[in-house]
């Protein structure tokens, strides 16, 4: 399970390998077994395969070069009827997001998280596109498929960022 969180790397390039169907499903369902305030779930996927619409997603986020190559990308909205408190959808929906990396890593997958929350003209370009009701927030994009880079592990322990009892 360590292993899975060290390794775990941002891959923006992609092999030509589709992610079957099973695969993609228990990606999301660990999104599903993210925590959430009170335990509301507010959130909902689309999941992107088409290469049309993969090419339209591209062409609206300013930093989404995986999904040049990437045969899967999945994008999380949260739910503003459904979140437990104003504002709560978004750690949630962080929370979400982590777990789709760490799950598709352990699946053999890689991943690029890429913000859509907070850039306001992103979160109106993806909600214009995906005519989303006004209650579902576009917040991250999540290019999902086999690496075609490989990255190796950094070394990002830093004891100064560690505070006991003090500041
Ligand atoms: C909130 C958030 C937004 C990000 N947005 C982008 C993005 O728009 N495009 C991208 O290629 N990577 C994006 N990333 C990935 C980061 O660049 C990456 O996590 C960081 O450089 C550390 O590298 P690592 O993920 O390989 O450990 C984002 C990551 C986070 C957590």
Redesign the pocket.
């Known amino acids: 399970m360590l292993d899975t969180i060290y390794d775990?790397?941002?891959?923006?390039k992609y092999l030509d390998k589709p992610v079957d169907e099973k695969t993609l499903n228990e990606i999301l369902k660990a999104g599903m077994y993210a925590p959430s305030a009170v335990n509301k779930q507010p959130w909902h996927f689309v999941v992107i395969t088409d290469k049309g619409v993969m090419r339209d997603v591209k062409n609206l986020?300013?930093?989404?070069?995986?999904l040049q190559t990437a045969p899967v990308a999945i994008m999380v909205c949260g739910d503003t009827k459904l979140e437990f408190a104003p504002n709560f959808y978004l750690t949630d929906c962080?929370a979400v997001?982590?777990n789709i990396?760490l799950a598709a890593k352990w699946l053999g997958l890689d991943t690029?998280?890429?913000?859509?929350?907070p850039w306001e003209k992103t979160m109106k370009d993806f909600s214009d596109y995906f005519k989303l009701p006004e209650n579902i927030k576009p917040y991250?994009?999540i290019?999902v498929g086999y690496g075609a880079e490989a990255?190796s592990r950094?070394d990002?322990f830093d004891e100064s960022k560690i505070h006991i009892n003090k500041w």
């Open positions: 775990r790397r941002s891959i923006r986020h300013p930093y989404a070069s995986s962080a997001t982590e990396l690029c998280w890429m913000g859509i929350y991250s994009l290019a990255k950094p990002r």
